[in-house]
């Protein structure tokens, strides 16, 4: 078998050059020092540790897949503009997405629980098994065996007729990909956003379709490059029981399920 060569050192700069950028300015940029940089960069760090991988992977928008194993600067720029804009290499996991996890002592995984006051710390710590033991854990017969699943709380009234306060059962999604159009999804987003039930569709040019089950709330995107991660619907616990349909809801689903039959036949190709 042989060694697979590693551009991490060539490929950090080459990327900085593309910017434009000193190793003081980058170095400021990324909250580290101009001695840790010029190392990654002369190839004196070796072995970069997990938290360095997915900091420079987020920062450059490039899969850690692609920033180890590919040499950029033999890429053309529209190429590399591709690996940017949420290639397919991204949206399928090739970046190694670090998913930690917690397992009971007969080593099955959680059902781990994130609070509300947890969700800051999940954003910064959603690939460490340390901050993950601290959430509540529990278990349930009834879910799949395969698979990672996690629970996450609702706020606001966006993802009605899924009620307000509402605790959502995901699971984890590694390969974007296998997503179908308006799938439901908690998505993860970086920075001071929330966390957000929507309905999810994957675009080609390298953003999310962020759309409200309650429709009185505009449809938006994102960057690949802003979502952490993406857990799918698997079932909602609520206290509230739901209402009764009215006759004016019960037709607008009648229209909403006619509307997506009319999408799905201009969808197919015309028979001969």
Known sequence: MRNQEIYWPV????????LKLSQEA???????????????????????????????????????????????????????KDLEEGSELFMKGDNI????????????????YVPVQAKAGYRSGYSDPEFLATLPRFSLPTLPKNGTFRMFPTIGDSMLPVPEGSDIITKYVQDWTTIRPETPCIVILKGDQD??????????????????????????????????????????????LPEPQTDMQQLMKMLQ????????????????
């Open 11 to 18: 490929n950090i700069r080459f990327l900085r050059s593309r």
């Open 195 to 240: 966390f957000v039930f929507k309905q999810v569709t994957i675009n080609k040019d390298g953003t999310m379709l962020l759309q409200s089950f309650n429709k009185q709330y505009f449809a938006y995107t994102v960057p690949l490059s802003e979502v952490i991660e993406l857990w799918e619907y698997y079932s909602f616990h609520s206290k509230q």
């Open 97 to 112: 997405r670090v998913l930690a996890i917690t397992v009971d002592r007969e080593e099955k995984e959680n059902i781990e």
């Open 26 to 80: 980058l170095a400021e940029r990324l909250g580290i020092t101009r001695v840790k940089l010029n190392a990654h960069e002369s190839g004196r760090t070796a072995n970069p540790t997990i938290d360095d991988l997915i900091h420079f992977s987020e920062f450059f928008r490039m899969s850690i897949d692609s920033l180890l194993k590919i040499d950029l600067s033999r890429l053309s720029e529209q190429k590399v």
């Open 257 to 272: 399920e006619m509307q997506n039959e009319i999408k799905e036949i201009k969808g197919r190709p015309a028979s001969k």
